[in-house]
C-alpha cells in the first residue's frame, strides 16, 4: 500500500468526524484515552453464496506480520470499486485504519472461487463475505489475547492491530497473539458484528485510493503487465464466425516483418509471435493478406433482423404465470404495443489481453476474466490439460460491462504458451476484432398487453419477450471461449437457453391481479452473453414505456399511476424522491420530461429516474439535457462508489439508447470502430444528479446494473412530452422520431 | 533498423526501431511507460494521448521517423520532480473523476494541453476539447468538474 500525502489525510480524517484510530495507537503509548469501541450485535441471517464454499476467516482473510490485513477475494477490479469496498467492510470490523488493509483479487489456488464478477453482485457475496470473515477474527483474536493476557474478553480493546487491557495497560499485536498462525476457525451464525450506527468508514464517501495510482500511471491494468523475456503474440481471426481456414502463405513473412519468432497454425487459428508488438500487428496484417479462408454463412438482412428472431425462435415458454390473463381481450381499455432492442456491443476502451507463460509443467495465465475458476475449467477442457496444472491471476482491465473479450484473449495466450513454452506470451486484441467478435448484448423483441378496468387500474399484463442468451460465459463447455471453436477438432458451444436473464424485469413490480410472462427463445445471428443488466434493459424500456401509455390512456399523471399500483413503501420512496428531484424543473415548448421506475429483478435494489431533454420537431434531433435517479440499493457501503456507478450507468445507458446498434450486413459485422459504432461523446453528455436513499438495517444490494434498465423508457417518456412522437426501437434516433 | 533521439519526458531515449513504429509503442513497449494506453490504435478514442511541444496528440498512428527533436510529455512527466501532482492530476484524484480509468490519461493530456492555452475555459470549451476522448464508464461529468477545479488550482 502506499502512504497517502498528509494533506489529503487530514482532510479524510476531518471529513470522517471521528477520533483516528491509528493516532489512538500513539495515544496508547502516550497515556491518551483509549477509543470507545463500537457496540457489536448479533447479526444471524443468512450467509453470503460466496461463503458456502469458503467458510473459513482464513479463506477471506490473513493476518500479517506487520499488523495489517490482507483480504482475498474471488472479484476482479474492473472499475467499480469493489477494492475499497473490501476494505471498508474489513477495516470498520478490525477497527484498524484503512491503509492497513490490503485487498488480493481473485488467484486460482489462493483466493476463494466466487464465480464470475457480475450480476452487481460483489457486495452481496464478497463484501459481506468479508464482513462476517472479519468479525469472526475479532472475535477470534479477542478470545486468545484474553488467554495471553490473562484478562477477561470484556476487559479488552482491540483496534489497530492490536488488544489491549484495559485493566494493566498491556496489549499484544495480530500477529504476537497468532504466533505465524492463521485462523482457520469457520465462519457460524450468530456473527457480532458492529453496530451499524457506530459505522465509521461503511456508508461514507470513502475515496478511492487507486486513482491517485491512475493519474500518475502507476495503475497496472492486465495491458501493463510485463515480464522479462515477455514476447508478442496476434492471432490471425476468420473473415466470419464460420469461416475455415484454407490455405496460408507465410513463405516471405520473415522477409517482410523483423522480429517474427514463429507463426501458429493449428487448424483454422492463425497466429505469429513476435519480438515487439508492433511487429505482431505488422505480422498479423501480413497473414490476413496471405491466408484464404471459405465463405462465412451469411447473416439475415440487417433489415429483416426482428422477422428472422420470429422465425427461428423456439417456444414459447411460460416463465411466469399469476390469475387469468384471458380477460385481457374484455378488457374495456387495452393496449399493445412491441418494443424492440438491437444487439448492443460491450465497448471497454481496453482491449482484450491475455498472457501466459507455460514453464514445462504448470501454465500460469493472466488475465481480466470476470471468472477466472471457471475460466480455468473451459482452458483445460479446450488444452486437455488438467486444471490442477493451470494457474490464473487475475490482473484489472478496463470496464467491460458484462461477459466481453478478456476470457478468449486469455484462451489465444494459453494455447500460444504451449506453443512458444517458458517464455511470457502476451496477446493484445486490435479494436477490430474487440468490436467484431465481442458475444453482444442480444437484440431482443418485447410485446407487451395490458388491460385496465372499469377503475383505470391495470387488471391484466401479457409479455411476450424473444431473446438470445444473457449468459455463454465460460465454464467446462471449451466452446464458449471463441478460440475452441477453431481447433482441428473444434468445440461447438452447448446451447443455454435463456438462464432467466432474458426476461428479467418482464413481470413488472405492480401490483396487477393477472399476469403473464412468455419467453421465446432464439439463437444467432450474432455471438452474444451477458451485458450489463441483461434483458432488464429492454424488458423495462418496454414495461415502464407502456406504463406512460397506460396513465395517459387512464388520464392520469405517470407517476401517481404508478404510485397506485405499488404499495412496497421503498418503492413508493425513490419515486416521491424523484418527483421532489425534478419540481422545480421549467420546461419550455420543445423539452419534455419523461420518468421510469423499477426494482432491479424485483428482488434487488430501487430506482426511480427522471431524464429532461429537447426535441427539434423540424430535424428530430435529440438533446438530453438532465437525468436524475434516485436510488435505494439497502445498506450503503460507500456512498461515492454508488454515486460514481449510478452516474456513469446512466450515461451509457444513455448512449445505447440514443446511439448503439451494432450494423452487419449478409457477410460481416461493420460496426468495426468507434466511428463505425459511435458512442456518447463529450459534446452530448447530459448533466446528472444522483439521491441515494441509504437503509443501512436492509440488505446491501449491487447498484452497477442497476441506472441502466429505466433509462430508455425515462428518455422515450421524456421525447413524447416533448414532441407527441413515440418511438418503440431503440436505438431513438431522429429519422425515428420524424418517420414516428 | 534506423536509431532514433528521442526527447522524452525531460530526457534523451535512443531507441532501435523501424522507422513505421508507432510512438505509442516506443513508449510502452520500448521504454515502459504505462500512462499512454492502447485504445484503437485508429486516433478515435485519446487514450493514447501525450504532449508534443505542449500540444495534446494522439501517439498511436504518429510514426516514430515523424517525431524529429520535439518535446514529448507523457503522463509520467506531468509531476514534478519533487512528486508534486500537476493541478490537472490531483483535481481528478480530489473529483475521484475515475471508474476503471483506463482513459485517464488522455483525459489529463486534453486537459493539460487545454489548460495551457486556455487558463480559464467555460464548460462549451472543456467539452470541445475532450471531445476526441472517448470514455466507456460515463465518468464524462466528474471529469468536468475536475477541469473546473485545475483551472482555479493552477
Known sequence: ?740 | MPTYHLNINGSKSKIDTEADTPLLYILRDYLELNGPKFGCGLSQCGSCAVLVNGKPTNSCMLPVSTIGDAEITTLEGLESTEGRLHAVQQAFVNEQAAQCGYCLNGMIMSAVGLLNTNANPDEKEIRNALQGNLCRCGTHPRIIQAIKTAAKNL
Open chain 1, 1 to 740: 500500500m502506499k502512504v497517502k500525502p498528509l494533506r489529503t489525510r487530514r482532510k479524510f480524517l476531518k471529513d470522517l468526524g471521528y477520533i483516528s484510530v491509528g493516532f489512538t495507537l500513539l495515544g496508547a503509548c502516550t497515556g491518551v484515552e483509549d477509543p470507545i469501541m463500537a457496540a457489536r450485535v448479533d447479526y444471524d441471517g443468512k450467509l453470503p453464496g460466496s461463503m458456502g464454499r469458503a467458510n473459513t476467516v482464513n479463506a477471506w482473510l490473513e493476518i500479517l506480520d506487520d499488523g495489517s490485513i490482507r483480504v482475498l477475494s474471488g472479484k476482479v477490479e474492473l472499475g467499480q470499486g469493489i477494492r475499497t469496498a473490501i476494505q471498508q467492510v474489513a477495516a470498520e470490523e478490525l477497527d484498524m485504519d484503512l491503509e492497513k488493509v490490503q485487498v488480493q483479487l481473485a488467484e486460482t489456488g489462493r483466493t476463494p472461487n466466487e464465480g464470475y464478477t457480475g450480476a452487481s453482485a460483489s457486495i452481496q457475496n464478497s463484501a459481506m463475505s468479508v464482513r462476517y470473515a472479519a468479525a469472526t477474527a475479532r472475535q477470534e483474536l479477542l478470545g486468545l489475547a484474553s488467554k495471553k493476557l490473562n484478562t477477561p474478553i470484556d476487559d479488552l480493546l482491540l483496534y489497530s492491530g492490536i488488544v489491549k487491557s484495559k485493566l494493566d495497560n498491556k496489549s499484544l499485536t495480530f500477529a504476537e497473539i497468532l504466533e505465524g498462525v492463521q485462523i482457520e476457525k469457520e465462519v457460524s451464525l450468530p456473527v457480532p458484528i458492529k453496530n451499524k450506527k457506530e459505522h465509521r468508514y461503511v456508508g461514507k464517501a470513502i475515496p478511492r485510493t487507486d486513482i491517485r495510482d491512475m493519474v500518475r500511471g502507476q495503475a497496472i491494468y492486465i495491458q501493463d503487465l510485463r515480464f522479462p523475456g515477455m514476447v508478442h503474440a496476434r492471432v490471425v481471426r476468420p473473415p466470419g464466425y464460420t469461416s475455415q481456414l484454407m490455405s496460408i502463405d507465410d513463405t516471405d513473412l520473415r522477409n517482410e516483418v523483423p522480429g517474427v519468432l514463429k507463426t501458429v497454425v493449428k487448424g483454422s487459428i492463425v497466429a505469429v509471435i513476435t519480438e515487439r508488438e508492433h511487429q505482431a500487428i505488422k505480422a498479423e496484417k501480413y497473414l490476413r493478406n496471405h491466408t484464404e479462408w471459405t465463405t462465412p454463412i451469411p447473416f439475415p438482412e440487417y433489415s429483416k433482423l426482428y422477422a428472422h428472431i420470429k422465425e427461428v425462435a423456439t417456444g414459447p415458454e411460460t416463465v411466469k404465470s399469476a390469475g387469468d390473463v384471458t380477460a385481457i381481450s374484455k378488457e374495456m381499455d387495452t393496449l399493445k404495443a412491441r418494443y424492440t432492442k438491437p444487439y448492443i456491443k460491450h465497448a471497454s476502451m481496453g482491449p482484450a489481453c491475455g498472457i501466459a507463460m507455460f514453464d514445462g509443467e504448470v501454465l500460469h495465465v493472466w488475465s481480466h476474466s470476470q471468472g477466472i475458476y471457471p475460466m480455468r475449467e473451459a482452458l483445460s477442457t479446450m488444452l486437455n490439460l488438467d486444471s490442477e496444472k493451470i494457474h490464473i491471476t487475475a490482473v484489472p482491465g478496463a470496464g467491460c460491462f458484462g461477459h466481453s473479450t478478456a476470457d478468449d484473449a486469455a484462451a489465444d495466450a494459453a494455447l500460444l504458451a504451449l506453443e512458444y513454452p517458458n517464455t511470457h506470451v502476451r496477446v493484445q486484441w486490435s479494436r477490430q476484432d474487440e468490436h467484431t467478435w465481442d458475444p453482444f448484448g442480444p437484440a431482443m423483441i418485447v410485446e407487451l398487453e395490458a388491460g385496465l378496468d372499469e377503475n383505470k387500474n391495470i387488471n391484466s399484463w401479457k409479455a411476450e419477450v424473444w431473446t438470445d442468451s444473457h449468459s455463454t460465459r465460460p465454464n467446462e463447455d471449451a466452446g464458449t471461449v471463441l478460440t475452441a471453436r477453431y481447433l482441428e477438432t473444434p468445440y461447438q458451444m452447448k446451447s443455454r437457453g435463456y438462464l432467466g436473464g432474458g426476461h428479467r424485469n418482464a413481470d413488472p413490480y405492480y401490483s396487477i391481479p393477472n399476469m403473464t410472462v412468455n419467453a421465446h427463445y432464439y439463437y444467432g445471428p450474432l455471438r452474444t452473453s451477458s451485458l450489463r443488466s441483461l434483458g432488464s434493459f429492454t424488458n423495462i424500456f418496454a414495461v415502464e414505456s407502456l406504463m406512460d401509455s397506460l396513465a395517459e390512456k387512464a388520464g392520469q399523471d405517470p407517476m401517481e399511476f404508478r404510485l397506485k399500483h405499488l404499495e412496497d413503501e421503498r418503492a413508493i420512496a425513490v419515486i416521491q424522491k424523484v418527483k421532489e428531484l425534478t419540481a422545480s424543473q421549467n420546461i419550455a415548448d420543445d423539452q419534455g420530461v419523461g420518468y421510469a421506475f423499477m426494482r432491479y429483478k424485483n428482488t434487488d435494489a430501487y430506482i426511480a429516474m427522471a431524464a429532461k431533454v429537447a426535441v427539434d420537431k423540424v430535424t428530430g434531433s435529440i438533446e438530453l439535457i438532465k437525468m436524475w435517479a434516485a436510488v435505494d440499493v439497502g445498506e450503503v457501503i460507500n456512498m461515492d462508489g454508488i454515486t460514481n456507478q449510478i452516474e456513469g450507468g446512466l450515461i451509457q445507458a444513455a448512449s445505447w439508447t440514443l446511439k448503439e446498434q451494432v450494423s452487419f450486413n449478409t457477410t460481416e459485422i461493420t460496426g468495426t470502430d468507434y466511428l463505425k459504432y459511435p458512442i456518447l461523446r463529450f459534446s452530448e453528455i447530459p448533466e446528472v444528479e444522483i439521491a441515494i436513499i441509504n437503509r443501512p438495517e436492509e440488505d446491501a444490494k449491487g447498484v452497477g446494473e442497476v441506472p441502466m434498465p429505466p433509462t430508455p423508457a425515462a428518455i422515450a417518456n421524456a421525447i413524447y412530452k416533448a414532441c407527441d412522437k413515440r418511438v418503440f426501437d431503440l436505438p431513438i434516433t431522429p429519422d425515428k422520431i420524424l418517420r414516428a
